[in-house]
T-cell receptor, first 111, second 114 residues
Framework: KQEVTQIPAALSVPEGENLVLNCSFT??????LQWFRQDPGKGLTSLLL?????REQTSGRLNASLDKSSGRSTLYIAASQPGDSATYLC??????????FGTGTRLTIIP | GAVVSQHPSRVICKSGTSVKIECRSL??????MFWYRQFPKQSLMLMAT?????????EQGVEKDKFLINHASLTLSTLTVTSAHPEDSSFYIC??????????FGSGTRLTVV
């Protein structure tokens, strides 16, 4: 059974700092990995999708890497802003099957 | 691309009544949609997988007679909470998947049963 863990569970950093969120999964036979953010009381917003054949994806200040062999992914956020405060979730899937979500990291950017 | 629209965003209903939540794929066709439930400060719990033109597949422990799912077209799936009770109060979110964008989620529905 796939298990996805995110470390840390919560993180507070001053505005402007760069930060890294970690995601680890136990079964490396994944089809893709996706990072989401969720604001309180809202749905999930997709941030980055990494196919299993890819090693990283970038969008603006966000960069996500994937190392299937070690079962790890990182989400790098550059020059953090208060608007980045949210809960960040990674999730993996084995093709057209249900997502397995990580435990989440609650990020707070301090102005 | 790959936008999922969910309505209503909030609904309050009386105990014993039924509530319908709609999930539409706006710019793509979704043969499969997923319905989740989320409790405060917890991760999403998959309730069921909705398949266009066929019966939904429910996760273990989810009452299919209480949570009716209909996926009559390639762009619309509905979740009906029947005979709602206060313990059904929760945040419900739908999702669909595309090859290019992965999983896309609706904005969620906050259901309060009074």
């Amino acid at each position: 059974k796939q298990e996805v863990t995110q470390i840390p569970a919560a993180l507070s950093v001053p505005e402007g700092e760069n930060l890294v969120l970690n995601c680890s999964f136990t079964d490396s036979a994944i089809y893709n990995l996706q990072w989401f953010r969720q604001d309180p009381g809202k749905g999930l917003t997709s941030l980055l999708l990494i196919q299993s054949s890819q090693r990283e994806q970038t969008s603006g200040r966000l960069n996500a890497s994937l190392d299937k062999s070690s079962g790890r992914s990182t989400l790098y956020i550059a020059a953090s802003q208060p608007g980045d405060s949210a809960t960040y979730l990674c999730a993996v899937t084995r093709g057209n099957e249900k997502l397995t979500f990580g435990t989440g990291t609650r990020l707070t950017i301090i102005p | 691309g790959a936008v999922v629209s969910q309505h209503p965003s909030r609904v309050i209903c009386k105990s014993g009544t039924s509530v319908k939540i709609e999930c539409r794929s706006l710019d793509f066709q979704a043969t499969t949609m997923f319905w989740y439930r989320q409790f405060p400060k917890q991760s999403l719990m998959l309730m069921a997988t909705s398949n266009e033109g066929s019966k939904a597949t429910y996760e273990q422990g989810v009452e299919k007679d209480k949570f009716l799912i209909n996926h009559a077209s390639l762009t619309l799936s509905t979740l009906t909470v029947t005979s709602a009770h206060p313990e059904d109060s929760s945040f419900y979110i739908c999702s669909a998947r595309t090859d290019d964008y992965g999983y896309t989620f609706g904005s969620g529905t906050r259901l309060t049963v009074v």
